[in-house]
C-alpha cells in the first residue's frame, strides 16, 4: 500500500508566492524524512495532507484516502505534531491528551486511559499532573507528540520534532521516533530541515527545496557505499597515508584526517598495526557512514 | 503455559480497535468542555473566582427579591425585569468568559491541535458559541428559577397562583435566551479576533458601554422616529426594545412605567435583533474558516 502519494502537486499563495511546484512523489509506509531548507514547503506539504489546505491544482493521496474530498477520513487516522508552541500553559498535560483523545471521537474513559498511555510512551510519568506552562521545553514537545499518538493513528505527521531540543533531547526524540515507526507499527513522516538527524531514523528519504523535489528514495539506497574509518593523528600524518598505502589501502585524504574503507574487521587491526609501528600519537579512529548531504552537496548551492 | 501472575510487564504499545465516535459526540465534548470552562471548573481556583462571585451576586439579588416579595406581597421585579437589570453584570461576565473561551486557544496556538482532528471547521465556534449562550442563559435563569420557586412555595391561591407563575417565568426564561444569545455571539466574535484577553475583555466592554452614548444622542433629537428607533444603536437596548415589545406587560407591568419607548417599531426591533445574532454568527465562522488554514 502506498502511504503518501502526490502527483503534481501545485499551491501557489495568492498567484504569486509558489509553496510547491509539480511536486510528484510516491512513498511506502516506514519512517520518512522530509527534508529541505526553511520555506522549501514542507509545512504547506503537511497542510495539504492534512487537508487544511486545498492544493492549487494536481493531485494527493494519504492512506488511500484524497484529504482534498475526505479530510475528516484522512484526519481521524493521521496525528499531528505542529511546529511551533501549541499547549495552554494552565491544563496539565494529562487533561489536555485526554481532551484532545475525545476531540479525536475517542469515548470518556478510553481518552483518559489512552492519554496516560501515550504520556507514558513519551516518557511523562507524574509530571504529567502540573500544569503545562511550567515544562521544559524537552517535556513540551514530548505533550505534542503524545497527543498525536492519543488516538491510534496510523500515519504521524511530525513538524520539526526536534526544534529547540539540546543534543541530548534531540537524541531521546529522535529514538522515540524510531520507536514509533518500528515497534509501534505506525507509519511517521518526519519533517526537518537537519538532514544529518532525521537520516540516522529514516527508511525513506524525501528531499524538497523551493517547493520541487530534489530526490526521494530508500535511504539504503542512497548509502549503498561501504562504511569508512575515520583516523586521526597528531603528528605524522604523510607517513601514515604512506605506510597505509603500502598496505593496500585506498587512503583519502580529509584536512587532517585520512578516510580509510572499511572492508571488515581485520581494518582496524591493520591501522592500529601501522599506527603502533610508527609510533605515532593516535588522536582518534571512528567509523563513519557515508552522510546523506553529500548526495545534496553538489545540487544544494545552485540554489544560493 | 499461562504466565505467572504477581509479575508486572511493560506491555508495549497497543493498538486501539474500539469504536471512535462521530461529530455529534465531538461537538459536544467540546460544548461541555466550553461550559466547564466558563464557570472555571477543572481550572485553577483563580479562574472560578470571577464567574462564581457573579453568580453568587445574581442568585443573591433573587433570593432577596423572592424574600420581600413573600414578606409585603408586592412583586418587586418580574423574570424580565430581573434580567434586565442584571445586564451590566452579564456585560462583564461575557467580557471575562468569551476571551477565556476563544481568546487563550488563539494566543497558546492550540488551534492546529483541534483542526488536524476529525472535527468540522464550523463546530468549534459553535460549540464554544453554544457554550456562553448557555451559561449565560444559566447565569439569568437560575436565579429566575429560584424566584419562581419561592414565589411558588408562598401562593395563596394553592395550585393556579402556581400555574400563574409558570406562565410569567417561562417568557421570562425565553427572554433570558435572547439576552444571551446577543450577548454570547458579539463577545465571542470580539474575542475570537484577539489573542489577549486584556484586550479582548477591554474591546467586549468597550462594544456594549460605548454604544449606549449613541442611543443617549439619537433619543434626544427632535424626530419622534429617530427617537423610538435610537435603542436600535446599543446591543442591550435593542434586547429591551425587543423585551418590550414581545413581552409587554410582563416585562413592564401596567402603570409602572418604564420600559423602551419603541412606539410602533416593535417589529423591527425583533428582526434587527435576528439579524445581529446571525451577522455575529457568520463574520465568527468566516473568521475561523481563516484561522483554520494557517
Not at chain 1, 74 to 96: I, K
Request: aromatic share 6%; with cysteine; hydrophobic share 50%.
Amino acid at each position: 500500500m502506498t502511504l503518501i502519494a502526490t502527483e503534481s502537486l501545485t499551491k501557489t499563495y495568492g498567484g504569486r508566492v509558489t509553496a510547491l511546484a509539480d511536486l510528484t512523489v510516491s512513498v511506502e509506509p516506514g519512517i520518512i524524512g522530509l527534508v529541505g531548507a526553511n520555506g522549501a514547503g514542507k509545512s504547506t506539504l503537511i497542510k495539504i495532507l492534512l487537508g487544511l489546505l486545498p492544493p492549487t491544482s494536481g493531485r494527493v493521496s494519504v492512506l488511500g484516502l484524497d484529504p482534498t474530498t475526505a479530510p475528516a477520513a484522512v484526519r481521524a487516522r493521521v496525528g499531528y505534531m505542529p511546529e511551533h508552541d501549541a499547549l495552554p500553559p494552565d491544563l496539565s498535560a494529562a487533561e489536555l491528551v485526554t481532551h484532545l483523545g475525545r476531540i479525536s471521537g475517542l469515548p470518556r474513559t478510553v481518552a483518559r486511559e489512552r492519554a496516560s498511555e501515550a504520556l507514558r510512551h513519551v516518557g511523562l510519568y507524574e509530571e504529567r499532573y502540573r500544569p503545562v506552562g511550567g515544562y521544559s521545553t524537552g517535556m513540551k514537545q514530548r505533550v505534542k507528540l503524545a497527543q498525536a499518538l492519543v488516538h491510534d493513528p496510523d500515519l504521524l505527521l511530525l513538524d520539526e520534532p526536534t526544534n529547540g531540543l539540546d543534543p541530548a533531547g534531540r537524541d531521546a526524540m529522535l529514538a522515540l521516533i524510531q520507536r514509533i515507526g518500528t515497534e509501534f507499527g505506525i507509519s511517521v513522516l518526519v519533517c526537518s530541515h537537519l538532514l544529518g538527524e532525521v537520516e540516522r531514523i529514516c527508511d525513506t528519504l524525501v528531499a524538497i527545496d523551493g517547493g520541487r523535489l530534489l530526490r526521494a528514495d530508500r535511504i539504503a539506497a542512497m548509502t549503498s557505499a561501504t562504511d569508512v574509518l575515520a583516523v586521526e593523528v597528531s603528528e605524522g600524518t604523510d607517513d601514515l597515508a604512506a605506510r597505509l598505502a603500502a598496505l593496500d589501502l585506498p587512503v583519502a585524504r580529509e584536512g587532517r584526517l585520512l578516510l580509510v574503507p572499511l572492508a571488515d574487521d581485520a581494518t582496524y587491526d591493520l591501522i592500529l598495526g601501522a599506527v603502533a609501528e610508527l609510533d605515532l600519537p593516535l588522536h582518534r579512529l571512528d567509523q563513519r557512514r557515508h552522510r546523506v548531504a553529500e548526495l545534496f552537496a553538489t545540487r544544494e548551492p545552485s540554489h544560493v | 503455559m499461562s504466565e505467572p501472575t504477581g509479575v508486572i510487564h511493560d506491555i508495549g504499545y497497543q493498538r486501539y480497535t474500539g469504536p471512535r465516535l462521530g461529530r455529534r459526540h465531538v461537538f459536544g465534548a467540546l460544548y461541555l468542555h466550553g461550559l466547564r470552562t466558563v464557570f472555571g471548573l477543572g481550572r485553577t481556583a483563580k479562574a472560578k473566582i470571577f464567574p462564581w462571585l457573579v453568580v453568587g451576586i445574581v442568585t443573591l439579588v433573587a433570593a432577596g427579591i423572592t424574600a420581600v416579595r413573600s414578606q409585603i406581597g408586592e412583586v418587586v421585579m418580574t423574570y424580565a425585569q430581573f434580567a434586565d437589570s442584571m445586564s451590566w453584570l452579564v456585560i462583564f461576565f461575557v467580557a471575562v468568559a468569551a476571551p477565556e473561551l476563544v481568546s487563550r486557544d488563539l494566543r497558546s496556538g492550540v488551534l492546529p491541535l483541534y483542526f488536524s482532528r476529525p472535527l468540522p471547521r464550523d463546530d468549534y465556534p459553535l460549540a464554544k458559541l453554544l457554550a456562553l449562550v448557555s451559561a449565560i442563559w444559566l447565569l439569568l435563569g437560575g436565579p429566575q428559577l429560584v424566584m419562581f420557586l419561592g414565589a411558588a412555595f408562598t401562593t395563596d391561591k394553592g395550585m393556579s397562583g402556581v400555574w400563574d407563575e409558570l406562565l410569567d417565568l417561562l417568557p421570562g426564561l425565553l427572554y433570558a435566551g435572547l439576552w444571551a444569545a446577543v450577548f454570547a455571539s458579539i463577545g465571542l466574535l470580539v474575542a475570537s479576533l484577539t489573542g489577549k484577553r486584556a484586550f479582548a475583555a477591554g474591546g467586549i466592554v468597550a462594544v456594549f458601554l460605548m454604544t449606549t452614548p449613541i442611543v443617549g444622542t439619537l433619543s434626544i433629537l427632535p424626530s419622534r422616529t429617530i427617537n423610538e428607533l435610537a435603542f436600535l444603536a446599543s446591543p442591550s437596548t435593542l434586547v429591551g426594545g425587543v423585551g418590550t415589545w414581545a413581552l409587554g406587560d410582563l416585562l413592564v407591568p401596567e402603570g409602572r412605567g418604564g420600559g423602551v419607548p419603541i412606539g410602533d417599531f416593535g417589529p423591527v426591533y425583533g428582526v434587527a435583533a435576528v439579524l445581529l445574532v446571525a451577522a455575529c454568527v457568520a463574520l465568527l465562522l468566516l473568521r475561523y474558516r481563516k484561522v483554520a488554514a494557517r
